[in-house]
């Protein structure tokens, strides 16, 4: 396909006459809401049935709410399309712990999210579903190594139809505390995202939000103070993502990469391409918080920086965040 043909691409959904864009709207509400329905039944579920050989449980409710600034929101390899911008977020987890054992915990907790992205309001999300993780003390005492199965499921709801996904995640978490002010930990996670296809460019697949992808992490945390914690990571995923350039520079991405689909994409205030590859993401993160409410609440500070590869194609993005937390 032609540049000039590619910049008078409009997407496809924007025509759609108006009962059309209302049926599918409803479609994606009701679907939105059967996805919540599901993971609030189950949630409650495992919630309420206490198991009769539990030792104790404690109730959980925590929150948290910050905003994230973006550089180069968009993951584009090209300097030019690169796009920034200011998330402010809102996040509960409701739940409980039950001490299955001396050394076995399990933590189960029902999850919402909320994001807002200003000017980029089709990027503006909710988000609903549980997860499930139990933590086994491998010895006694408070320097023992630990290690935590986990999984997540949720759906993700975005104003830009084609992002409305199905998330899925399992991995394991092991840990230890190394001395009296610092532990560390390691960590692998499997992920799968089931998205909504977009709007087609001809000869190209549309769906670039269904990914998978593997990670494995490091992570170290020092006690500096008694209420100031520092914690330092890297992670590295294999997997696929989605990346964007605008029509002007759609033929070198092409070229550049095994590009396995591709859609129209006006979720960045402009005519963007979006396109799934295959590849691999490095991810530094620095965090520093500071312990409040005896105990119960923290604010904090944090850094994050991306350095992704896909063939000849490569990026470089990160996110600076401040949030308050607090857990009841």
């Known amino acids: 396909m032609k540049e000039a043909e590619l910049k008078g691409l409009k997407p496809m959904a924007r025509k759609t006459a108006l ?3 209302f049926a599918t709207r409803l479609f994606s509400v009701k679907k939105t809401l059967f996805g919540l329905l599901a993971a609030v039944t189950f949630s409650a579920t495992l919630l309420f049935s206490t198991s009769a050989s539990a030792e104790w449980v404690e109730w959980i409710a925590d929150a948290e709410t910050g905003v994230r600034v973006h550089k180069n ?8 399309d690169e796009r920034e911008g200011s998330e402010h977020f809102l996040g ?5 712990y039950n001490q299955l054992a001396d050394s076995t915990r399990l933590r189960l ?8 992205f200003g000017e980029l309001e089709q990027l503006d999300y909710r988000k609903a579903g549980f997860s499930l993780s139990v933590r086994q ?7 023992a190594a630990w290690v935590k199965p986990n999984m997540y499921a949720a759906y993700l709801d975005v104003d830009d139809d084609a992002r409305d996904s199905a998330l899925f995640g399992a991995g394991v978490q092991m840990g230890k505390r190394l001395t009296e002010r610092l532990d560390g930990r390691a960590g692998y996670i499997y992920e799968a995202r089931d998205g909504e296809d977009g709007d087609m460019i001809p000869g190209l697949a549309s769906d670039v939000f269904d990914q998978e992808s593997r990670t494995v992490s490091i992570e170290a945390s020092y006690a500096f103070t008694e209420r100031v914690l520092l914690t330092g990571g890297y992670a590295y995923r294999s997997g696929e993502f989605d990346s964007s350039c605008t029509p002007t520079n759609f033929v070198e991405a092409l070229q550049r990469a095994d590009i396995s689909a591709m859609i129209v994409d006006d979720a960045y205030s402009e005519n963007f391409c979006t396109y799934k590859v295959f590849g691999a993401i490095n991810t530094f993160s620095l965090d520093a918080s500071y312990s ?4 119960h609440g923290s604010v904090g500070l944090g850094y994050e920086m991306n350095e992704g590869v896909a063939d000849d194609l490569s990026y470089s993005s990160s996110a600076v965040r401040a949030l308050f937390m607090y857990s009841y």
Do not use: C, E, I
């Open 109 to 116: 907790t029902f999850d919402l999210d909320y994001g807002l």
């Open 92 to 96: 509960l987890s409701l739940g409980r």
């Open 137 to 143: 003390k491998l010895a006694f005492g408070r320097n």
């Open 73 to 80: 929101l968009n993951r584009s390899s090209f300097a030019d």
């Open 19 to 21: 009962p059309a864009v």
């Open 292 to 295: 409040l409410f005896k105990g």
